[in-house]
């Protein structure tokens, strides 16, 4: 079997709204934000803007992934086929043999060349874990490749990186799994399996915490689609703290073994860093 890994990119998605554009279409949704109760009181009375302090902004950088892999596999297998004959036929010469038939059909003995491919790519929101399709809206929008140095100063400036919950090990297996498909098969000529992306994609968020009387809620704005949502989160245990560089660069033979049926490691022919990616899609 033969395995190719792509090598593991981070990228960037740039801000397409100014912090002020965010904070004002957040403090639209403020009332929003405490909930039906707060919409209801405010039909009776409309609330001041000084009953709502912002206590918190915040300006961060959410990850999700983006895994695209594909198989291809050639196998052989032998197979009877019956061939339907009007019932007087007792038996059929073919290329100099002679086959019975019975019951109106005979058996005719072959073997079959197979060739099975599939691509499967994958959106993972890297704090969820979940697979979410309407991620792939996000490669729409201009991106930067970028590394763990350049998100270190983004830290320094203040941004919020929030690490992957998920390492890049855990999600290619996971669709790696999903992309091979069990074969009925007596003999298999070529495997390959080809992991063409394992990308890291950024893209900006920024949150803002407000306090009402004795109460708190978050409103957060995605500085890409330009929407606003309340009942969101923000991250202050993640800001000023360094990402580890190795939660991105873990992806190797061990990963497939998992997922392989009767693979092992010495069975395994690795490629690693080939450029089968190309540019990023547009």
């Known amino acids: 079997m ?3 890994l792509a ?15 965010a904070e004002g279409r957040a403090w639209s949704k403020r009332l929003e934000a405490f909930g039906a109760l707060a ?8 609330p001041r803007d000084d009953d709502f302090a912002v206590i918190y902004r915040e300006r961060r950088l959410q990850p999700f992934w983006r895994i695209a892999v594909s198989t291809a596999t050639a196998y052989e297998r032998r197979r009877s086929y019956a061939v339907p004959v009007p019932p007087e036929v007792r038996q059929v010469t073919i290329d100099g043999k002679t086959i019975a038939a019975a019951d109106g059909k005979f058996a005719l003995e072959g073997l079959e060349s197979c060739r099975e491919e599939a691509r499967r790519e994958v959106f993972i ?17 201009d991106a930067i490749e970028t590394d763990a140095n350049a998100l270190a100063k983004a830290i320094g400036e203040g941004m919020v990186v929030v690490p992957p919950q998920a390492k890049a090990s855990m999600v290619v297996r996971d669709v790696v799994a999903s992309a091979i498909g069990k074969i009925d098969a007596d003999t298999v000529t070529e ?32 500085a890409i689609t330009g929407e606003a949502r309340v009942g969101g989160a923000t991250f202050e245990q993640y800001l000023g703290k360094a990402l580890e560089p190795r ?12 997922v392989v049926p009767g693979a092992n490691l010495a069975k395994l022919i690795i490629v690693k860093g080939l450029e089968m990616k190309g540019a990023r899609p547009s």
Request: aromatic letters at 14%; hydrophobic letters at 45%.
């Open 2 to 4: 033969q395995v190719e």
């Open 7 to 21: 090598e593991e990119r981070i990228f960037r998605i740039a801000d397409r709204f100014s912090l002020e554009h």
């Open 39 to 46: 919409r209801v009181s405010g039909l009776f009375s409309q």
């Open 125 to 141: 929101d890297g704090f969820s874990k979940q697979v979410l399709p309407a991620l792939a809206v996000y490669l729409q929008h």
């Open 191 to 222: 495997e390959l399996v080809r992991v063409e992306a394992v990308d890291l994609y950024y893209r900006p968020i920024h949150a803002f915490r407000y306090r009402r009387a004795d109460k708190e809620a978050v409103v957060e704005f995605d």
């Open 247 to 258: 939660f991105l660069l873990d992806v190797g033979a061990e990963t497939l073994n998992f």
